[in-house]
């Protein structure tokens, strides 16, 4: 039997001594998702949103009061915030509720009823066309938003920057403190130039990444696919102001409603994961949607984790202890 040399021996016991010194660190687990904007009209609807989530390893979601059909003006909300607050009571470790209010007719015993009953945090349709009845900054409206910044309420507010940009500058400079999270890129998926002077001139506000379904995730994806460099650079210098969102309405309606919201999801995340994602797309001729790619942003997970959780737990704080 030859036996090996002593420098031989000596190089093996080294190389025995580093193998079983100090096992190679385990892979850094994937993040936990966070969706901080899922639309709920009716708490039946939780239980195949809980599957889907499950399927595409989301843990928790924000839960928006919304408007539901027929309902009249003056509680067009009701409905909507009794049914995510009832969801959200049945599933407390999957699902935030946010209700839904309207300053000027809702203000600061409202909030507190609605928070004393586990809302989390409020959901503002103020700067969407539908509902601007008034100016974002209207003076009936200043006893809400002072509620909102002095509680430290989280915020998320749809606003069309192009129409209403100036009206939500003007509150976020009188309310710097205010947890204020802006749907859908901030109402610019078409003119990121807009949401880096929105970014710049409030350090504090943050930026949700939703899309929505349809015709406005096709225009948004479109426009975030032509501006990608200048996406990529906004992310990698703020990575802790972007948080992931789908704008899911869970309605579940039709026999395909579980294979439309599993094509919404992984758009969404494909937008921020994959080096390409599908999705409905406008045709060539401009007539329609049909079923398209787009390039995706493949961030890393340097940007991923934050942005698909950790900014996500910071934001809505004790409501995800």
Known sequence: MRHPTLPQALVALALLGCRSEKPPPPAAAPPSIIDVH?????????EPLLSA??????????????TTPGAPATSRFRAGNEAVLAA????????????????GKDG??????????????????????EF???????????ALWKALEEQKVPTLIHVNTVRYGEELSRVLAAHPNLPALCAHFCGARTDLGRL???????????????????????????GLERQRDRLLALLRASPERFLFGSDLTAIPIG???SEEWDAHFAANLGLLQKETFAFWRRGSD?????????RGLALGPELLAPILEGNARRWLGACVR
Request: proline letters at 9%.
């Open 132 to 142: 601007h009845d008034k100016p974002i900054d209207d003076p009936s409206f200043e």
């Open 88 to 103: 959200a009571a049945a599933h407390p470790d999957r699902l935030i509720p946010f209700v839904a209010l309207e300053p």
């Open 108 to 129: 600061p015993a409202e909030l507190s009823a609605y928070r004393g009953r586990g809302a989390c945090g409020v959901k503002l349709y103020v700067g969407h066309q």
């Open 53 to 66: 989530l499950d399927r595409h390893r989301i843990a928790r979601a924000v839960l928006l009061g919304s």
């Open 286 to 294: 401009n007539s329609g949607l049909v079923e398209g790619t787009y």
């Open 38 to 46: 899922v639309h709920l009209l009716e708490p039946g609807a939780a």
């Open 196 to 222: 880096e002077r929105l970014l710049s001139a409030h350090p504090r506000l943050l930026v949700d990444t939703s899309n929505g379904s349809a015709d406005p995730a096709a225009e948004g994806f479109a």
């Open 255 to 257: 026999p395909r409603f």
